[in-house]
């Protein structure tokens, strides 16, 4: 027996060195053959039980079949049932034991598992001689699962208990211990949890240090420099980054993530400093990780994505129509990767619609199911449309009269955008049979979702042609329209389903003083009321709330409306709604920067009647989409309807109104909640304007951004 038992250790560490399966194989089957041929109680057994168990679990960690994981554990469990408590070997099967437990936890998320792991292993080292060589690893892995529980059930006491088992893990590994590297990895992570619980920046300090000590160093400063902001962390994390990968060998598993690290760095210092050349070698470094990532790796889908948004920020600076289309496949890649079968690709249904106009030359990058396409777009002059934009940028400031010429000015706008624009990429889709030709009935328009780069970020897309009387000539007759303000935010919006007046669906407003309580608006608020009671949706009505209250009831409702003045700054950072006290003497400001820091985990619908809500007034900004419905957005909710400009009351409150009474009207009919919010504020605007289609700045300023 003892040959057989000497033969199953030598297959098994000639595994370990050239990985050869059929080793491992061989190693079970004398074990198996051992349990044979003896009696249980018999100590031989015993050993053969417990190395089955871990020749099984060693199997487990190639093949990830669960069932070897179970029998291990089986096996095991019977080994240490009949090893004596005095045993010396028993310490090592318990130890055993609670790694092949923890192993189960990260398969299953079982709780259970975990707490039996960290027993066995305390059990373990209570009954492991102090000069054991084993014992530093049970400290280790005491460590590591304590940790685990702590980011589990958050028990401050489990993190400072980790703390202390790794130390003495570290202080009873000899300097040669192969681990040692892992274990000042292990402890330095635990510091920075620790560090990010309680901001004590000794423990960001002895991270750095323990992490000087193995290829991750870098990595530490990046957390560093994220956590505190010093750009002298994130120089450092760049060059660590850049020695690790220089002594890495080419085909060693480990060069994707460190050049996808290097590359990620290198493009945050990009956003920092705005140098060109950093922003050049990260996309080099992405593209070199993509190519060193197996194409089934499940990796891959995060390097298609990052390597998007790199060349559609150079696209950005650029303006090369190559870089925007490379990103949009990368991202229809990254898509298709996460949510199809290998061999099955099913392709999202949307119509993408991507403007550009440079000096050089204009385009309309064209996504839809069967196709990304660029159109030169040959009437869409750089100049002319710095000429409309800056025109856009002035409406609102003058009385009627200057209402009169504004409005003028509007026609004339939208026809030039329908021309050298829009309807261009119409006649595409049509001619392609992508859209029906010449329009629609409502009922079967199809979305189109907009996205304005450059000066073209602030243009009213959804409102661009001849609106005169039996014209279709102009988008609204065409298709139902939204904006985002990337591809990217598309791609991820439309991976969160809206769920509609379930549990979350309560709606939420807010009034101001008296002095800005119209009648309009108050009769808005009680229809508003009245159609949520019929619908058995129980909103929360906030008056002359604070910013601090209205941000956090904003956190626990699907619907959130607002009813107040919004002001558009030149920083549009800057931009606010303006909320008044009781008796209207004094004003608080709610802004867009502090909605955007929100993660507001219920979000569905964010209803912003108030004026210039999705206004940018530099022309300079346009590209960077910075208002108010933006900061909504940010904040999670993926419909947002806002107004691009000072909008008469009655229009504002018609729109609301009807958009509610469609909205709930339709409840509980099926179908996708996307559609039918979309198709809700379509009506509800197309209606005003079939009223009044000479009066663009009417009717043109409501907009809707949404996945």
Known sequence: ??????????????????????????????????????????????????????????????????????????????????????????????????????????????????????NHSEEALAAIPQDHPKRAGIHSNLGTWLSKRFERIGDFGDLQEAIKHTEEALAAAPHDYRERAILHYNLGSIFLSRFQQIGDLGDLKKSITHAKEQNNLGIRLFESFEQIGDLRDLQKAIKHCKEALGATPNNHPERADRHSNLGNMLFVRFGQIGDLGDLQKAIEHLEEALAATPKDHPKRATGYTL?????????????????????LRLYHDAHEFRTSPPRERVKAARRAVVFNSTVYRSDAIIATTSAIASLELPKLKYEETGHWMRQLASFGQGGLLEWARENKVMKDLLVWLWDAAVGPVFDYLESRGILISGGAHDNDLKRIWWIGVGQLGMAPLHAAGDHSRGSTRNTLSRAISTYIPTIKALSYARQTQLQLFDKYGSSFSTEHSKKSRTPIKRNLLRYILSSAAKSSIEPTVLRTPTPAKVLKQVQHHGIVHFACHGVSEFNPSDNHLVLFSQDGNKTDRLLARDISKLVAQNAQIAYLSACSSAKNPSVELADEVIHLASAFQLAGFSHTFANMWETNDYAACEVARDFYDLLFQNRGNGGDDHQRVSTAFYKAVKKVRDRSPGCPLVWAPFMHTSA
């Open 307 to 327: 390597l998007g948004i790199l060349l559609e920020s150079r696209f950005k600076r650029l303006h090369s129509a190559e870089d925007l289309n490379k990103s």
């Open 1 to 118: 027996m003892g040959m057989l038992g000497t033969r199953s250790a030598f297959l098994m560490e000639r595994f370990e060195r050239l990985g050869d399966s059929k080793d491992m194989e061989s190693a079970t089957g004398i074990h198996e053959e051992i349990m044979r041929r003896t009696r249980t109680g018999d100590q031989v057994r015993t050993r053969a039980l417990a190395n089955l168990g871990t020749v099984l679990c060693r199997k487990f960690e190639q093949t990830g079949n669960l069932g070897d994981l179970q029998q291990a554990i089986k096996h095991t469990e019977e080994a240490l049932d009949a090893t004596y408590v005095d045993h010396p070997d028993r310490a090592i099967t318990q130890s055993n034991l609670g790694a092949m437990y923890l192993r189960r936890f990260e398969q299953m998320g079982d709780l259970g598992d975990l707490q039996k792991a960290i």
